[in-house]
């Protein structure tokens, strides 16, 4: 490794946190919370207003069945098996439900980036 490569190396290595910081700084900035993921013994279904908005972004089919894009099975038996304690609506809901909310900002390391607008 030549001088420059090293330089660039040191110049561009930073921690994982610091990563987050700074997309929180300037593209994650309008999230106001941060909701801890939390594990539930049973699923929380969506509410039947959720559902709506999930049929209605075919995310949701006829039957009540979930077709998430990019969502694996797998990922999705573990998904319905999460919930949060939304910081908006103040109840516990799904993680599903959370997943496709329209605050949903992004989650990282077991926690949600919520937007907190008001539904
Ligand atoms: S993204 Fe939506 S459901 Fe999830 S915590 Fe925020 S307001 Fe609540």
Redesign the pocket.
Known sequence: MNYVDRTLCTTIHISVTQLIALIMSDGISAVK?Q?TVKQVDKYIKPTEQAKADLQSIGMMDEKGKLKLKGVSPKMLKRMKLEA??????QKE?G?V???V?????SRISGQ?Y????P?
Do not use: A, R, T, W
Not at 84 to 89: E, G, I, Q, S
């Open positions: 919370y909701v949060v304690d939304c910081p908006v609506l809901i993680f439900q959370c997943y909310c329209k605050n949903f900002q949600v919520c937007i907190g607008n539904l």
